[in-house]
């Protein structure tokens, strides 16, 4: 239990959930996933809008 609530916690719950094809498990992954791209995006737009303000 001590090793889900670390920082390792996500990777070892992964690799105990592999190959797993319970809807719970389907969902928040895709949620996880989902959270992933949109922080991603959000950086992307921000360094976007930097280099532009840069041009000006």
Do not use: C, P, Y
């Not at 319970?22 to 996933?33: A, L, M």
């Amino acid at each position: 239990m001590n090793l889900l609530r670390s920082d390792a916690g996500f990777e070892l719950l992964q690799s105990i959930m592999e190959g797993s094809g319970t809807r719970w498990w389907k969902e928040f992954e895709r949620g996880v996933h989902i959270a992933e791209l949109e922080a991603k995006q959000s950086f992307l737009l921000r360094e976007l809008e930097a280099l532009k303000g840069r041009m000006k």
